[in-house]
């Protein structure tokens, strides 16, 4: 009875401890079981729960099989302990799905549960034991399809058609607690350009190519080298001005083994001639460059150096030396030298957002950031680049935006495919990317013509209120496009990418996503779509993250398309002459564009500040051989209004974004309004007396600008004064002018007078002053009390003549006796002679 009493005893403890393991997240301890447990790591697709194993894609060995490659692939990895236990017996294997059916599986097919990969490989073994924190590499050679007997380790995937085929790393384990499970998986996709034979000889296997009777799929790749804004806001083009950069990140990017520098070398290595390949790599390949960076590389060149803020949220704070002018100039003379050799085309100048920049309303502004960029993209690299296209950083924009694009000459703009729909009620592009019946019916025409975008009539003509514009939508693979911006580091989801198939790529290992991102480069090739056409525009993202060995991997697949005659290389110049498709076509701006876009309230301020730029650059002398110029002078504060509207970083989140606009908007204000205070009417200190009447008024105006201006005086003249207008002048550059105003004063009293300087236009320069004025006239009383006494005097005068020429005694001497009038006269007589002697000595 003890002993069953103790047993029962320690069968209750027994209970408590697994309850209260329980409790804390330990699961039971049961039997190992066969795989059938929901994953519990954060691959693609999985669900939430405890994470035990974290498992990464390395490589993959080939990146894509041809018929002339080995039936055989290596994928490397490696398994990462990143619970709080042990866990045993960690094996994976290989599971395929079935072959990517239409575009949307692209990305829908990385989602899909593991039951889907119905294609399973056999588990090997990777470690016995992997302690908390612990990881370890493996290698898992894999066959393309069966033979009569596959060597020890190696699996069979049974793959005996070209295509893109989804695959799944299975990493199965059992940790401390719990039971054998899958516990993480990797997902990523194979291009299968053609099947290799079979290396059995007793069942010989010929090679397995594509269909012959489709077109190779012409193809145009754009390769983008853009930076966020970088120049800090507010510095005008004084000469000697240092440039200064909000931070130095942009060295970094261009030195060795930065973004930049990896992305131009993978670009060199790939068309340069003595690389081995021919020209149809550069052929279809179009450097697109933003000219906000070009600028950026060639101030940090200047014999001057550049500053570097101390800390990039202070404009005003301390600054230190930039330290990347030797890696710009090496970076900008390798452009220089590849660039004339290839296709150029100019993005809008900063990434700057269209339909923002629409809404701002400012022609002079938009001239600046849509059409000067061609120009100084061919400055800059001595090259002739590609006129008449736009390349919108989202792939989408409104009617309004439309509408400045055509108003702007632009004939062609770049848009996903998805971001046009047809105007006849048609199914929408994306619709007829999902299905090869849907693509049958309704067709993705390379290049469309858009009947919503109108142009505005020109002033004084006779054009209809808005006519229909010549622009036209060149649609570029939305799921190649939102593959390759996966690839690197920090991937953006695009905004033409569907809800349906988002989700944080960042759970994938970058050797995944670039595994992605060839499989969709390649699925067009592989899947000829009838009625669809064989063409192919890919589009990375502006700011792309690709490494150089990405990079140049990509570019490998581009080649090997086209070596093995499913792809041919396409020129932009040929895409954008191609005649749009007949049917018409409208826009349709996606919702997450409007949600990344810049917000409505800097529309106003940036009109505001712009036009304000346009009244003092129109006052402003061009001098001939002196220097800065006008447009020289005022330019960059311009170029800081645009940088405003940028839609850098705004996928990142809107706060920062907005933060550093506003940070923008702010520091081009207060230099816009110090250059409007740097011309003004010196105050003369004191009362300025005017020596008479019509003395004219002396003023002195000064201009701390370095450019030459012109003004005019405004002068709110009292009803006592008359000053007379003198006109447009003109100040020189840094510089002090006195000016001599005729002026004519009725009044003795002391006049306050209120002077100004003008633009010629009007707009007020510098700050009003009041001149004190007191004249030495005495006003009209004293003229009528000076005429009457002079009336007098000669009214007297005569009455005394009228009565001597008469003979007669004037009344005024009666009571004088005759000898009292001789003495005076005789007094008066000496009185003479004495002068006369005192003037004659």
């Known amino acids: 009875m003890t002993r069953a009493r103790s047993q029962r005893t320690l069968l209750s403890l027994v209970a408590v401890m697994l309850a209260v393991l329980t409790t804390l997240g330990f699961g039971p301890i049961v039997a190992s079981a066969p795989v059938a447990a929901e994953p519990t790591g954060s691959g693609s697709g999985q669900s939430s729960g405890p994470k035990f194993l974290k498992l990464s894609l390395d490589s993959v060995t080939p990146t894509a099989i041809t ?27 290989i599971q395929r799905g079935s072959a990517v059916g239409s575009p949307a599986e692209l990305r829908s097919t990385l989602r899909m549960d593991q039951n889907s990969f119905d294609v399973t490989g056999e588990f090997q073994d990777v470690a016995d034991r992997l302690t908390a924190g612990q990881r370890k590499q493996f290698s898992l050679t ?97 000469p000697g001005t240092q440039a200064l950069l909000t931070d130095d990140d942009l060295a970094a990017s261009l030195g060795q083994g930065g973004r930049l520098d990896q992305l131009l070398s993978a670009l060199e290595s790939a068309v340069k001639p003595d690389t081995g390949r ?131 000459g632009f004939q062609t703009v770049l848009l996903a495919d998805n971001a046009v729909t047809p105007a006849d009620g048609r199914a929408n592009l994306l619709a007829a990317t999902k299905t090869p019946a849907a693509a049958t019916e309704s067709g993705n025409p390379d290049v469309v013509s858009l009947s919503d975008v109108t142009v505005p009539p020109a002033p004084g003509s006779s054009q209809t209120p808005a006519a229909p514009a010549d622009l036209h939508a060149a649609t570029f693979d939305t799921w190649a496009a939102t593959a390759l911006a996966a690839i690197g580091s920090h991937p953006p989801t695009q905004p033409f990418t569907p809800d349906n198939v988002r989700y944080d790529v960042t759970n994938d290992s970058r050797a995944a996503r670039l595994q992605d991102a060839l499989g969709a480069l390649s699925w067009t090739a592989l899947n000829p779509q009838p009625g669809h056409p064989r063409s192919a525009l890919l589009m990375p993202p502006q700011q792309w993250g690709a490494n150089k060995d990405e990079a140049t991997t990509v570019l490998a697949q581009l080649d090997l398309l086209f070596h093995n005659n499913l792809a041919t290389p396409r020129a932009l110049t040929d895409l954008v002459a191609q005649q749009p498709d007949p049917s018409p076509y409208q826009l349709d701006y996606l919702g ?35 220097e800065p110029s006008p447009r020289g002078f005022l330019t960059p504060l311009r ?45 003369p200190g004191g009362v300025y007396t005017l020596a008479s009447e019509q003395s004219p008024l002396l003023l002195v105006a000064r201009n701390n600008l370095p450019v030459a201006i012109r003004v005019k005086f405004k002068i709110d003249a009292p009803a006592e004064t008359n000053i007379t207008d003198i006109g447009e002048q003109q100040l020189p550059a840094k510089g002090n002018r006195s000016f001599q105003i005729p002026t004519e004063v009725s009044d003795s009293r002391n006049l306050v007078i209120p002077i100004a300087l003008t633009t010629p236009d009007g707009v007020p320069l510098g700050n009003s002053v009041s001149v004190s004025v007191r004249s030495n006239a005495y006003g009209r009383w004293l003229a009528i009390i000076t005429a009457c006494a002079c009336a007098l005097l000669l009214l007297l005068v005569g009455r005394r003549l009228w009565h001597r020429f008469r003979g007669q005694s004037d009344p005024a001497d009666e009571g004088f006796d005759p000898d009292t009038r001789r003495r005076v006269n005789k007094y008066r007589r000496a009185r003479k002679r004495e002068l006369k002697r005192q003037e004659d000595r």
């Open 592 to 626: 997450d564009a409007a949600e990344a876009a810049v917000p409505d309230h800097f529309a106003e301020p940036i009109r505001q500040q712009a036009q304000r730029i346009t009244e003092l650059m129109s006052a402003l002398v061009e001098v001939p051989h002196q």
């Open 639 to 683: 170029d800081d209004l645009i940088r405003v509207l940028s839609l850098s970083d705004r996928q990142a989140g809107a706060a920062p974004a907005d933060t550093s606009a506003q940070r923008r908007l702010d520091q081009a204000t207060r230099t816009l309004d110090n250059l409007f205070g740097s011309v003004t009417v010196l105050p």
């Open 67 to 93: 018929a002339t490659s080995d039936p055989y692939f290596v994928v490397a990895g490696t398994v990462t302990n990143i619970g709080d236990r042990p866990v045993d017996d960690v094996s994976i294997r």
């Open 278 to 408: 021919d020209r149809n790599l550069g052929t279809a390949i179009c450097l697109a460059i933003d000219p906000d960076l070009l600028l950026t590389v060639t101030d940090m060149v200047r014999d001057q150096g550049y500053q570097v803020l101390a800390s990039p949220s202070d404009p005003d704070g301390p600054t230190r030396a930039g330290t990347g002018a030797k890696a710009a100039k090496a970076w900008l003379d390798r452009l220089r030298a590849l660039a004339p050799g290839m296709c150029v085309v100019a993005l809008p100048f900063a990434q700057v957002d269209t339909t923002a920049l629409a809404a701002a309303g400012d022609t002079t502004l938009s001239d600046r950031a849509l059409t000067a960029p061609a120009e100084l993209v061919d400055s800059l690299l001595s090259v002739k680049s590609v006129r008449g296209v736009a390349l919108p950083d989202v792939g989408t924009i409104d009617a309004e935006a439309g509408t400045l694009l055509a108003h702007h």
């Open 142 to 238: 894999i066959a393309l399809h069966s033979g009569t007997e596959l060597p020890s380790g190696i699996s069979s995937i049974d793959i005996t058609a070209p295509g893109v085929y989804p695959l799944l790393l299975n990493v199965n384990g059992q940790p401390a607690y719990g039971g054998q499970a899958r516990l993480d998986d990797a997902r990523f996709l194979l291009p299968v350009l053609g099947v290799p034979g079979g290396t059995d000889p007793k069942r010989p296997q010929p090679p397995t190519t594509p269909a012959p009777d489709a077109p190779p799929v012409a193809t145009t790749m754009l390769w983008p080298l853009a930076d966020r804004p970088r120049l800090v806001a507010g510095l005008t083009g004084e």
